[in-house]
């Protein structure tokens, strides 16, 4: 089995072209070869034609590209797929790690308002763990490591803290915002943000 056919590496566009998601080639060849999705034949920054399944299946495949072997020879992995009737960007709300939640607060200890240097903060459970606190937008908050281990096992109220503000989950953004190309591909790059 091919290793790049189950790789998140084929950029999804929407038909009003802006990126909306990011799939494998083997679910990117489905949707080609049921014409859900166009792929498109990029050649640098100002060539890009959409090219149909049929078509496709014939490029050349270039020493740049990843491509996969068929019993008819190989097949180029395209890097970008435009579909054919969506045209919504779907909305997402960011998922909950150490890195959204610096950026929820903006890198502010939320007890003390302190702007905060990467090491110097860390997540504190509002209403601790150990009395049922769970690990969520409305009960983590981002705080200087010495106010947190003051704070200990007790609300802000029992440590004698007054939170900046409550915490909530962040705003849904457009996916597009999300996307992020960890795998370097130069052919996104007209597509994200």
């Known amino acids: 089995m091919n290793p790049i056919l189950h790789k998140n ?8 072209w802006q990126a909306i998601d990011i799939k494998t080639p083997a679910e990117v ?10 792929a ?3 050649q640098g920054s100002d060539w890009m034609v959409p090219t149909k399944w049929e078509d496709w299946r014939r490029l050349p495949v270039r020493e740049s590209d990843f491509s996969i072997g068929t019993s008819a020879g190989p097949i180029r992995v ?18 909950f790690n150490a890195r959204n939640l610096w950026a929820r607060d903006g890198g502010r200890c939320q007890y003390t308002g302190r702007d905060l240097r990467p090491g110097e903060g860390n997540i504190d459970h509002v209403l601790p763990r150990s009395r049922g606190g769970k690990t969520t937008w ?45 795998h370097g591909i130069p052919d996104w790059e007209p597509f994200l943000m």
């Open 9 to 16: 590496i084929v950029l999804v566009l929407n038909r009003n």
């Open 138 to 182: 409305e009960n983590c908050v981002l705080a200087a490591r010495d106010v947190n281990s003051r704070k200990a096992n007790r609300t802000p109220g029992e440590a004698g803290l007054t939170l900046l503000r409550p915490p909530g989950a962040p705003r849904e953004v457009p996916v597009t915002a999300l996307l992020k190309n960890i």
């Open 29 to 38: 060849f489905c949707q080609m070869a049921t014409d859900v999705a166009t």
């Open 78 to 95: 395209p890097t970008v797929v435009v579909l054919s009737r969506f045209s919504r960007v779907p909305m997402k709300r960011p998922k």
């Open 40 to 42: 498109l034949d990029i």
